[in-house]
Every structure is written in C-alpha cells, then in structure tokens.
C-alpha cells in the first residue's frame, strides 16, 4: 500500500486536523467526540440540518458544511459509522430551537446510530427528524444495508434541504422538501478499479486490467456484475439503462444530472461520461435542467463514476440555485 499518510489509523483524525486548518473561516472543528460545525453556529430559530458517516467518503460529508447546506458533519472512522455520542454532541452544538434534521445514508450502522442520537436528544428536549436516503439501484441489500444504499444522491438532498433551513423554512416542510428529492433521485456506479483500505492494507476487491464492476457500493463492495471492460460511452448507457428501468422518465421531464467521480478518476474523463449521459437523456426528451460534474462521494482511491439522476420542479431547482458557501460547494452570493 502506498499512500500519503502517516498512520493508517490516523486517517480520519489527521484529516480533519488538516480540514479545520484549511477552512477556519467556515467550520470549527471539535476533536473529542469529532464533529464538524458552520462557525455561526447556533443560529437561533433556524432549522438545522446535520449529517455524517464513515470517513473515507470525502467531501461528504464535512465539505458541505457551511451557509445553504450543513449545519454540522459527524465523520466516524474509515468506512465506519460514527457512534452516538458525537452525533448527539453535534446537535447539541447546532441546535437553534426550530428543530434539527439527520440526513442519513442507509447502511444499517448509520441508521442505527442516529436513531439512538435522535432519542437521547428528544430526551433533552431537541425535535430531531430523520429523513433515510436510500438513492443506489444496484442492489436492494447488501453486507452494510437493509434495502438500498445511499450514496450519490445524498448530496442533492443535503443541498436542498439545507437551501430550504436557510431560507426559514420549519421543521415539516424541510423535512417535506426532502422526502420530495429522496423519492426521484436514483443513483448507480461503476468501478474500474478498487479502493485500499488503510487500516486493511490492501484493496477491497480485485478487478483484472480487462474487467468492471457494475453497481459497486461506497465502502468498496462488490457490485451486482462483473462485465469485460468497454468505453465509457457503453459503461455509461448500461449505468443509466438501469436508473432509468427503476425510475422511467418521459419526455418533458426536467431533471439533475450528476456525474459523480469516485476518488480517483480524472476531471476529463467525468465530463466525457456527462457527455454521453446528458446526450441519452436529451435523445429521450428528458432536460437537464441542472448538472454537477466531480468528485463529491468517494470511496477513497477508487477509479470509476456513478450518475444520479433527481427529479427537479420549479421549487427544487430555486433551491438548488440558491447560494451555498462549504468548502466543496459554492455558488450565489
């Protein structure tokens, strides 16, 4: 194994010594328990909206924290759920009386996890909602779910329902507003290569230089086929065939498109994959009406893409365009 760290154990802790450094103007950090917070934090009357998870995935989740999306992050380890305690002490530091929402992926650690963090903090008083996204087509379980995954997706709804806590809005309709994202966002990725572990020290599956894996998960799991290599524009069609067999779209229907790159895939190759996916779904009628091209959930040095594709209305897209400030994310004003 070679990469760029010090100890494979101190992954997670010296990254977010680095990030807290790199990003003083908007986060603060809090080492023990770890969690990351916008630096106005609380701000009283405002909804705040938290999220997190194993380490090992950024930006997500602690890139997205600032004005317009996250409130706090809770990383845990690599590929580890965080435990209650930081995700309780997290909200603890965010709340602002108006209640607080958990955007939570599903993998059955993280689910459990914030579920109890929402009691103990209902047990204080906190309103905490919770809204699962559930968004990867590949597979409807695995070693690490009941039910679907949640991976690309997760960045539209932290985007919108933080856009909407900014804009005032209370606990029910943020909640509301991200059920709605959750509903028509369907994800699917493919790997050409996998992920090394740091603590493992070695890579989680094995692929030969001639093979891909379709529907691979986040946290390097095995996907749903192994299939011979092809270019992208044929790995594209068969990644979208499948979102779009789940989730049809007609022509007339607007749509986000993202081209998600999984931690080490280069910027071109991305956009030639947008290329491809943007030109089907035009084929077909269907607008995208928004994009977003890079590389926002990884899976630590995997080689390969997902696409997500979300249902996007006049109020979705108003909430998309509105200004968010994180260190992963910005735009408006």
Same mark, same amino acid.
Request: net charge negative; proline share 5%.
């Given at each position: 194994?070679?990469?760029? @760290? ?47 998870? =194993? ?13 317009? /999306? ?37 993998? #059955? ?20 909602? #919770? ?6 087509? *590949? ?5 690490? !779910? ?35 994202? @959750?509903? =028509? ?6 790997? @050409? ?57 007609? *022509? ?12 080490? #895939? ?10 491809? *996916? ?23 040095? /995997?080689? =390969? ?20 400030? !994180? ?7």
């Amino acid at each position: 194994m070679k990469k760029l @760290i010090n100890d494979p154990r101190a992954v997670a802790s010296e990254y977010l010594a680095g990030f807290a450094a790199a990003h003083r103007d908007l986060v603060r950090v809090n080492v023990d328990p770890a969690y990351v917070v916008r630096t106005d934090s609380p701000r009283r009357g405002k909804v705040a909206v938290v999220s997190g998870g =194993g380490s090992g995935h950024e930006p997500l989740h602690a890139g997205f924290v600032g004005a317009g /999306m996250l409130d706090a992050a809770v990383p845990g380890p690599v590929f580890t759920s965080p435990t209650p305690d930081p995700v309780l002490a997290a909200t603890t530091a965010v709340d602002g009386g108006a209640g607080v929402l958990y955007i939570v992926k599903n993998y #059955t650690g993280d689910v459990l996890n914030f579920e109890t963090a929402a009691e103990l903090a209902g047990i204080d008083g906190i309103d905490v909602r #919770t809204v699962v996204v559930g968004d990867d087509v *590949a597979v409807r379980d695995s070693l690490f !779910t009941a039910g679907r995954r949640g991976v690309a997706g997760t960045v539209i709804v932290e985007k919108i329902a933080g856009a909407a806590a900014q804009r005032g809005d209370d606990i029910d309709r943020v909640v509301a507003l991200s059920e709605r994202v @959750i509903a =028509g966002v369907r994800s699917m990725g493919v790997a @050409i290569a996998p992920p090394t572990v740091p603590p493992a020290g070695e890579q989680s599956f094995v692929l030969t230089d001639d093979e891909v894996e379709f529907g691979i998960g986040i946290h390097g799991e095995p996907g749903r086929e192994r299939a011979a290599f092809e270019p992208v524009d044929r790995l594209v069609d068969r990644v979208l065939g499948a979102i779009l067999e789940d989730a049809p779209r007609v *022509a007339g229907d607007r749509v986000l498109l993202l081209v998600n790159g999984m931690g080490a #895939t280069p910027s071109a190759e991305l956009y030639i994959a947008f290329r491809r *996916a943007a030109a089907v779904l035009a084929e077909a009628g269907v607008e995208v009406t928004r994009s977003l091209v890079g590389s926002f959930v990884t899976s630590l040095d /995997m080689q =390969g893409f997902s696409l997500t594709v979300a249902s996007m209305d006049d109020e979705l897209i108003q909430l998309w365009d509105a200004p968010v400030v !994180t260190a992963a994310l910005r735009w408006g004003r």
